[in-house]
């Protein structure tokens, strides 16, 4: 499987933008898909996960409310649309693929991985 995220880019402090994750190379619906982040100088971080269908999302406690995991299988895409961005979110974003059926934030649980884009917040 092949994961291409786009869609990072610079914002103001307040601001929003909408990740976009296309994979292609295997079925897209037999995965759950993630979404990590890695600061410089910082461990990559769990962000948001989706199940397969779509029915089921689990977020990190430091973006509930401001962010939202959603995928279109139809399109082998998953989306994360990140509102109320802080200078503190600004990272290389990574979408990653996940076999498994628990939610899980490890990221050794996730197999397939993009290249990643980057977000910058401007304070």
């Known amino acids: 499987v092949q994961l291409q995220a786009f869609g990072g880019g610079l914002v103001q402090a307040g601001g929003s933008l909408r990740l976009s994750c296309a994979a292609s190379?295997?079925?897209?619906?037999?995965?759950?898909m993630g979404w990590f982040r890695q600061a410089p100088g910082k461990e990559r971080e769990f962000v948001a996960r989706i199940s397969r269908s779509g029915g089921s999302t689990y977020y990190a406690d430091s973006v509930k409310g401001r962010f939202t995991v959603s995928r279109d299988n139809a399109k082998s895409t998953v989306y994360l649309q990140m509102n109320s961005l802080k200078p503190e979110d600004a990272a290389v974003y990574y979408c990653a693929t996940n076999r498994g059926y628990t939610p899980t934030r490890n990221a050794a649980e996730y197999d397939y991985w993009g290249q990643g884009t980057q977000v910058t917040v401007s304070s």
């Open positions: 190379g295997g079925t897209f619906s037999n995965y759950a």
